[in-house]
């Protein structure tokens, strides 16, 4: 399967950048580039990319306003110069599914295209740590009742995630196909008003703290 991306950058050489890169690979396909982030919502909602590449610091409409409204739309995988805990816990409060410094390599940069395109979540080696750190704070507490709203078989995945499994590790744990490990984790975002599996993994290891 191709994999549909959509570049949105303010700086035109850096765009050229990442296409080059990319086109270079028989399983991604460049549908469309754009120079701010509401020129990206605008083109997502027309090409309906898989992946869209976003930069933070645009014009007209922010990276992290324009990933909010790509909800449902486009995974988003955010590509920046700043790695400020404003831009992380923004960037993941608004949906996005991953988060990269421009200064990733080329073929690091593909993997994690992919990886997003998959349904995993990825986050920068040099954020991972604070991430852990500080950003279940900013996460909504669940109630019992949203929790319990779970099938037991959610509640095995929403685990899983917890662990930082990807949806092929899940799959593979619960012996089902990995589309319906995606599908699950669907349900699970939806039914409890979570934005990506990043807020979903910290509520699942908040969930195991309380229990222990």
Known sequence: MTIRVLVADDHAAVRAGIVLILDGHDDIEVVGE??????AVEMAARERPDVVL?????????G?????????IADVLILTTFDLDEYVFG????????????????DALVDAVRVVARGDGLISPSVTRRLISAFGEAV?????????????????????VGRGLSNAEIARELDMAEATTKTH????????????RVQAAILAQELSRDSS
């Open 34 to 39: 754009a120079s701010d982030g509401e020129q």
């Open 54 to 62: 976003m930069d933070i610091r645009m014009p007209r409409l922010d």
């Open 64 to 72: 992290i306003s324009a990933t909010r409204e790509l909800s449902g």
């Open 91 to 106: 960037a993941l409060r608004a949906g996005a599914a991953g988060f990269l410094l421009k200064n990733t390599d080329a």
């Open 140 to 160: 909504p507490r669940r109630t019992p009742h949203d929790v319990g709203s779970l099938t037991p078989r959610e509640r095995e995945v929403l685990a899983c």
């Open 185 to 196: 984790v669907s349900r699970v975002l939806n039914k409890l008003g979570l934005r990506s």
